[in-house]
């Protein structure tokens, strides 16, 4: 098209204006800062999950060892206490007799052998309970820090939400006071242009892409029509003549 009213184009201007504040909320809710803060504390606490699956993990084997070594000792003690009972029964020949007490001493070494891995397991599983105490610890204090960023961050976003809402249906209002194919055009050049479609035109400079046009093209602009609807030769631009001029 290559006329509109003279009111439509100016109405392009605060369009503009509000397109413009929408692509800054856009752009201010992608990158906010809270975005970085909670992505952070998500990787933390994806690590720390990990390092708190090894240590439960060897907690439970090492419960499991130190339940066998009881075990093996047990059975030494209980067999231990057999034999010991006997040798003070007095019951058996003098060779049976020498056999219980050798046996008992070979029990004595085996039961010594057996506590001592026994005492290893269990100072292994007291380390490993201390380490994932801490690891608990440290994953309460990250999961609580979560909750509070998620929560800020949230918050933030509902208010550039509302304000942006609010912009849209002001925005949606000044749209539909717009002749349909200037609107049409002015999308088409605002996707072209980095969501810049119409600009002012201040003396001889456009305000879309900031420069001075040379003095025969704005002449040629001046002296069009009120209705012609005029591009930047520079940025092809709708410009918006200051006081229909």
Sequence with gaps: MTNAPVA??????????????????????RTLPAHERVAELTRRAEE????????RTERSDLHREVAKAEADVEQVRARAARN?????????????MQALVSELEALARRQGELEDVELEFMGHLENVERSLAELEERGSTIASEQAEATAQRDAELAEIDAEASKVRAARDAEAAQIDDGLLALYERLREQHGGVGAA???GTRCEGCRLDLNASD???????A?????RCEECG???VREHGA
Excluded: N
Aim: zero cysteines; a positive charge.
């Design 226 to 230: 009120p209705e012609k609807i005029v």
């Design 84 to 96: 010991q009972a006997r040798l003070d029964a007095g019951q058996g020949s003098a060779k049976d």
């Design 200 to 202: 002012l035109l201040r």
């Design 8 to 29: 439509d184009q100016r109405r392009l201007l605060e369009l503009q204006a509000l397109d413009t504040r929408l692509d800054q909320l856009a752009h201010r809710r």
């Design 48 to 55: 720390l999950e990990t390092e708190l699956v090894k240590a």
């Design 237 to 239: 631009r709708i410009l």
């Design 218 to 224: 704005v002449s040629v602009i001046r002296s069009a």
